[in-house]
């Protein structure tokens, strides 16, 4: 028997309504969700104890859209805070982080505090290394991973603030990638998060940026399908050991290489035991076969790290060979040039290069993160 068009349309109008009314339920229990997290990390920064009394340089990416209204938001803050003449200097095309933080530091700066995405990050900690100054963090942009496995809180500048000026800091390892192969006098660059060669290279250096701030993260995916299947690389790697041991990996091939300091992206582990202050780098090679049902194992294999919250691979993951280590350094020297980057930021190609960690080389204030244990301590105003 047929329904009649009256019974159908009554039926098709509360299937809208009830898949309306669930969508509206989604959308309202992520919205109460942020909104108590934004509460608790405004409750954490509170019990901070603020310092007022010393200079701090803010360091920001014009180029980010979220850039003036951070600057404005920054700029309020300090005035309801006590903070009195705050430094803010922007970033330029010839005048990049590390060439600014230089600068607030000849001026008297105390602390210094990046305010863009991980390029900036990383740019502004390559002054900071090694200086008695403190570095802050305050994340604006898409990635900000050094800022997520920092626990710094992202999408919340007034909790950041709060961190980047109180008291409550730790010693955080810099990782290297020195580019041996090149004539540039400045082929050191560092790194807090991953730093790679091969497949991530090129996909990061493919992704529109158009479409990365329409759709953040899943433009990385669109550009990914382009090197699917990129020639592999072929070399030898040379990893020295927490030990002082140097072991050869002779023949190894790839499809992506990576050193990596901190261990997680949104909503992933990619590798599980990398930890920021350990004076380890966590390297890992990627290789993948038998086309897509390759990257099907890999991303499992990811998928069951990121659960089990070990480095482990999964025995599901037949067609992908994960193979990770620990060291102070590798080395690699392969048959050809790859294209390379450092968080994000494209070096170019290379066919022999090192990876390093500079133990503790960074004061960076940050927030206490409960799987760690308590903070490292609080941070005295530098004179």
Not at 49 to 74: C, G, H, M, V
Not at 223 to 247: C, E, M, N, P
């Amino acid at each position: 028997m047929f329904m009649s068009w009256d019974a159908t349309s009554s039926t098709v109008a509360w299937t809208v309504a009830i898949i309306v009314a669930a969508v509206f339920l989604v959308f309202a229990i992520i919205s109460s969700m942020r909104s108590s997290k934004r509460q608790r990390e405004m409750a954490a920064a509170d019990e901070r104890l603020s310092d007022q009394t010393i200079t701090y340089a803010f360091i920001i990416n014009p180029s980010k859209p979220e850039s003036e209204e951070a600057r404005a938001t920054i700029e309020t803050y300090c005035a309801e805070h006590g903070i009195v003449h705050p430094l803010f200097l922007d970033t330029q095309l010839d005048k990049d982080g590390r060439a600014c933080a230089e600068e607030a530091l000849e001026r008297g700066a105390d602390v210094v505090i990046a305010v863009g995405g991980d390029g900036t990050v990383r740019t502004v900690a390559s002054a900071m290394a090694y200086s008695t100054h403190a570095f802050g963090v305050i994340p604006i942009g898409t990635g900000n991973l050094f800022a997520r496995n920092m626990g710094i809180p992202v999408n919340n500048i007034e909790a950041a603030l709060a961190i980047a000026t109180s008291h409550g800091s730790r010693r955080v390892d810099m990782g290297r990638m020195n580019i041996l192969d090149s004539a540039e006098p400045d082929h050191e660059h560092g790194f807090l998060v991953i730093a790679g060669a091969g497949f991530d290279a090129y996909m990061i250096n493919d992704t529109d940026p158009a479409l990365k701030k329409n759709i953040s993260w899943f433009a990385y995916f669109v550009a990914a399908f382009k090197h699917l299947f990129g020639q592999k690389s072929r070399g030898t790697i040379l990893i020295r050991t927490a030990a002082g041991v140097d072991h050869a990996l002779s023949n190894v091939q790839f499809r992506t290489i990576m050193a990596g300091n901190c261990g997680n992206i949104p909503g992933f582990s990619l590798m599980p035991d990398a930890l920021f202050d350990d004076g380890l780098l966590d390297i890992e090679t990627i290789d993948t076969r038998g086309g897509l049902l390759g990257w099907a194992s890999l991303f499992g294999d990811v998928v069951h790290k990121t659960l089990t919250r070990s480095s482990r691979q999964s025995p599901f993951a037949t067609h992908a060979t994960v193979r990770q280590y620990q060291g102070t350094s590798a080395e690699v020297i392969l048959e050809k040039p790859v294209l390379a980057e450092v968080d994000g930021d494209i070096l170019g190609k290379s066919d022999h290069f090192m990876f390093s960690i500079d133990r503790k080389a960074l004061l960076v204030r940050a927030p206490k993160l409960s799987e760690l244990g308590s903070e490292t301590g609080t941070l005295p105003p530098v004179a």
